[in-house]
């Protein structure tokens, strides 16, 4: 295993935070109450507080110099490695929750697994996080429940959000090239172990929201390999533009 091979191990879990706290971050001030308003802008910034980790991490591996800002301001597209789940769109509150819900579930699992790896660092991070991402799952799972087994219309809103979004989550459990060295290393973890446990999580709260668990096999996948929806683009331009426009610029 190679440093570079680490490196894109970490940019796997360490984008998906990042895209996910800047999708959320473009709720602050818009939620349907001031609590989850507040709520959902915390899990925006436990996210980014986690991607610094990783990325302060990366930064001590290479060797050009790299900052966290840098890795996370100046890299072009096709090098970001998140799912393409974490980069759809907040089309409405309903999505917004399923979409979080899906992810959260597989975070949590994830981190589960990645304290027992022999990289001491990513362990630290996984200590370290876990507890929040513990509440993210609560969180999100709570509210998907409640507009389940809610009004006929955020029942709806919550069937057509799960029915969109699931064609996603098989993507989490991909890996590509490099992370298959960093796992057989024993410095990364096989999300594939918990793949049974996870849908089976999955379909159970949503069988207790009165939600059906769709019964389509397509599934999408490309992000971890740098191949985005077009929604990514955009993404990019809001949460770069500053760095883009006033390179190093110091406050």
Known sequence: M??????????GIADNALILGQRLSELCGHGPT?????????????????TR?????????????????DVAFLRKER?????????????DFAYIIVRQYFYDVFHYMLLQ??????DVNLTAIADKSIKEVGYHQQFSGDWVKRLGDGTSESHD???QAVNDLWVFTEELFHLSNEDKIVVDSGHGINP??????????????LEDATIKVPESKYFQKGGKDGIHSEHMGYILA?????QRTYPDMKW
């Open 192 to 205: 594939k172990s918990f793949k049974d446990q996870y849908f089976n999580k999955i379909s159970t709260l």
């Open 2 to 11: 190679t440093k570079q091979n680490l490196i894109h191990y970490i940019y």
């Open 53 to 69: 980790s990783y990325y302060q991490y990366i930064s001590n591996l290479t060797t050009d110099g790299s900052t966290e800002d």
């Open 113 to 118: 697994e990645l304290q027992l790896s022999k």
């Open 34 to 50: 001031l609590e989850t308003d507040i709520a959902l802008t915390n899990i925006a910034l436990d996210l980014l507080g986690q």
């Open 157 to 159: 809103k919550t069937q």
């Open 238 to 242: 809001e949460m770069q533009y500053m």
């Open 79 to 91: 090098q970001y490695r998140n799912v393409l789940l974490v980069e759809q769109p907040n089309t």
